[in-house]
């Protein structure tokens, strides 16, 4: 699964497994994340209690906190001693949340799946609501900490993933969408709260605007990875391991890295199944075997894998200029985790 | 159609035509409200076409424009003559649109009805995420603005129209609720926004905390009078007029004062009656008419608008302390616009 033609910086620096990666990051940032998460506990109550109900939904579901880990560890690498940066970390975690939540709201075919999402659980109206209320808490966080450059770059990191899930939209089901399309969609939806996340740990800790934009070189260029990797996990049997279906993005039409790869690369018989499964959304139960042979047969994943190692040696070159200390260490190791997950 | 048994300053203010009175404020700011209709178009721009064409669908359509005109002629009143108030009440509409949008997203019931809303034409996913894009466009031009007070006062409205809004929800099919949690819902889902639209002409203008009480306590009270008008109309034949349907909020069972008032004086057999069309939602042709008749029995659509009444005497009042001018004019002008569409 991994790419024997090129040695990366990436793989250097794997460690044999990237959850240590986490772990350790985790541990160096451990008091933090704890007040992080009291933080977001108490500023998604309301009087209206199917607001913390539904939050706590997907907040308690857990998830990893990889965004307000990175908001962490970013600004403490920066030499960061206050504690602004708790509360900025929140506010990333609400903005995640709330564009999970409104990613979720199904239109009228996904509705017949039935998955447990939160819509699935609460309805769409409610969905949608409590993740307004999450986004507006968020910037009320962001007011409460009174910098207006922490609110420039999260409110645009926010206008550009609403941009990047349109996009997304507009080119679903469509083959003949390009890669630049489909980096234009991750770079919204996923890179722009991870570099926006990153960055403010140098604006909270006062730093140049070169360290600024370097944490938002190492933050967009990691999250290109991480979506990268997810798209290519959409299509693999790890995805099981990790309580996921397999196939979601094949059954929505969703064009990633690993389909454009294979639809590419195909011959015109292979294009016309593409064609059919995608944009006319006529599957059969063989089709999505038979789509993830074209993947394996074109190297689709593979080369999906291969781009996202380098995205993560771009990440880990941004961080450079930075004097060693572990939390850039654990920052590198980020890297490792996102990209080992494909393992 | 109007309370005979109180004579209201309202009444007294009352032109034989409030349209008159929407069109004289109009008149007054046209220069600005034409320079914050040019700020809507430019910042409702994006890469992604498909943003611009959905808000133009809502924004373009019209509306009143009722919001940001208030902004705009709080401001003057207050004796403002910069032009920081433009793009606040472009800020403003922004909001209003994002919640429209994300109001119309419909679950699997309301589809079938296939209004031609936003979501009808464009989709469910497309309506949520542009409304996050406007959203969060607007949080970028208050960032542009430089206020922190005025960023606390839009950031705090949107979190309370989203917990208005989720409160709706919540209590809707619900035969037992209380005119309290009705008023808390209007309060939230459209008081808030006038408020804070008012209030930040205030601070724009930079007039002592008093002032920019007493126009926040004039907007929340013009916004309860406008909502609880809007929701009597939902019944009215004179909807008609507006080119909306009657029945509209009878069909999806939603809780507003005319109904409350209808239910809470019935017999046992009309409670019967409304739990079935309202609760159960087991509705036949008949129904409607027939809701109809009980509210006229019980003066539930009369006594809406007396209510209506009080708040506007009440947001009419909060401008006593401002010495008299075309704006203040204006402004009590529109607290009749907002009742005379009764009529």
């Known amino acids: 699964m991994s790419s024997p033609a090129v040695q990366t910086r990436a793989d250097q620096a794997s460690a044999p497994n990237g959850e240590d990666a986490l772990t350790a990051l985790v541990g160096l940032v451990r008091e933090d994340l704890e007040a992080c998460n009291r933080q977001i506990v108490e500023r998604m109550q309301s009087p209206v209690a199917l607001i ?40 990333v975690e609400f903005i995640h949340t709330a564009t999970l939540l409104h990613d979720d709201v199904v239109d009228e075919s996904d509705l017949r799946r039935g998955r447990a999402s939160a819509n699935a659980v609460f309805g769409n109206q409610a969905s949608v609501l409590v993740g307004d209320f999450l986004f507006a808490r968020s910037f009320e966080l962001m007011v409460e900490d009174g910098s207006l450059e922490v609110l420039r770059i999260l409110c645009g990191a926010s206008a550009t993933i609403a941009e990047g899930e349109v996009l997304q939209l507009v080119i679903q089901n469509d083959t003949s969408s390009t890669e630049e399309q489909y980096l234009d969609v991750i770079e919204g939806k996923t890179a722009a709260l991870f570099a926006a996340a990153t960055r403010v740990g140098a604006v909270v800790a006062d730093r140049p605007v070169a360290e600024a934009e370097a944490l938002d070189a190492y933050g967009r260029n990691l999250g290109i990875a991480f979506q990268l990797v997810d798209d290519a996990l959409d299509y693999s049997a790890q995805q099981e391991k990790l309580g ?27 294009k016309v199944f593409w064609r059919r499964v995608l944009e006319e959304k006529q599957q059969e139960e063989a089709d999505l075997p038979h789509a993830l042979a074209l993947m394996q047969k074109h190297q689709a994943f593979t080369d999906t894998i291969g781009r996202a190692r380098m995205y993560g040696d771009k990440a880990i070159a941004a961080l450079d200029g930075f004097p060693d200390n572990a939390e850039k260490r654990a920052l590198v190791g980020v890297v490792e985790f996102c990209i080992a997950r494909a393992h």
């Open 52 to 91: 913390p109900q539904l939050a706590a939904h997907l907040i308690a579901a857990g998830g990893k906190r990889l965004r307000p880990l990175l908001t962490l560890a970013a600004a403490r690498m920066c030499g960061y001693r206050g504690d602004r940066h708790v509360r900025l970390a929140a506010c």
């Open 244 to 270: 996921k279906t397999v196939g979601d993005d094949f059954r929505e039409g969703k064009i990633t890295l690993p389909v454009l790869l294979a639809f590419q690369r195909g011959d015109e018989a292979e």
